[in-house]
């Protein structure tokens, strides 16, 4: 049962435009939410986190937003840039206290120039 | 200078063969993880350590055995290797095991068992 759910395997977007990628998740009781970005033969590099009690943080090109009532989070780089080519994981917290993350499978990203 | 540093990077062997993955990490950190990524590139949490004590053992086989000397090591030691064991193992720190705190990854060991 894959609580955290990233149904896009593959994104491919424009130099310039905007990434949207996409998370869903099943568990209410996650309260806190990452996304990481790996590129080949490399370990996950953290992005940008949330917190559940915001529903948007922002650092520079990325944003991140989380939609509660849906269960539902994304993140947004704007401008992308052919070095955001990647695959991106979401990952959620399952208790407070010991920060257990669950994964996502993935999303390819590809940033055509 | 690597934060997190994992060896070997690759890792062949036959089945039923006992090897091992070793975890560096010189950031500080205090707790420390093992992930498996299998072939369908699920990211699962194996064990954690805070301080050398084990926090989280997910369901995994009694032949992975982690161990930690010290707060900056933690080694992955696999007994009697199977064909299902073949997966990218990561290992991984953060900060602190309580609150939010992101986790900083090693290069990953692709380990094939044949």
């Known amino acids: 049962d894959q609580q955290v759910k990233q149904n896009s395997p593959s994104l491919s977007v424009q130099e310039g435009r905007i990434s949207i990628l996409n998370c869903d998740y099943t568990n209410s009781m996650f309260d806190y939410f990452l996304w990481y970005k790996k590129y080949p033969a490399e370990g996950p590099t953290f992005l940008i986190s949330?917190?559940?009690?915001?529903d948007k943080n922002e650092d520079g090109r990325f944003t991140v937003f989380l939609n509660k009532s849906a269960k539902h989070l994304s993140l947004h780089i704007v401008p992308s840039q052919p070095g955001d080519s990647a695959v991106y994981f979401c990952?959620?917290?399952?208790?407070?206290?010991?920060?257990?993350?669950?994964f996502g499978t993935g999303t390819r990203l590809k940033v055509l120039a | 200078d690597t934060a997190v540093s994992q060896t070997p990077k690759y890792l062949v062997t036959q089945m039923g063969n006992d090897k091992s993955i070793k975890c560096e990490q010189n950031l500080g950190h205090d707790t420390m993880y093992w992930y498996k990524q299998d072939s369908k590139k699920f990211l699962k949490i194996m064990f954690s350590y805070n301080n050398k004590e084990l926090i989280i053992n997910e369901t995994v086989p009694n032949r992975f055995s982690p161990k930690s000397p010290d707060k900056a090591h933690l080694n992955l030691h696999i007994n009697s290797l199977e064909l299902g064991d073949s997966a990218v193992y990561f290992c991984?720190?953060?900060?602190?095991?309580?609150?939010?705190?992101?986790?900083?990854f090693g290069p990953g060991t692709r380990l094939t068992v044949t």
């Open positions: 991984a720190s953060s900060l602190r095991m309580t609150g939010p705190s992101e986790q900083y």
């Open positions: 990952a959620a917290s399952v208790e407070k206290g010991t920060y257990k993350y669950i």
């Open positions: 949330i917190s559940s009690i915001k």
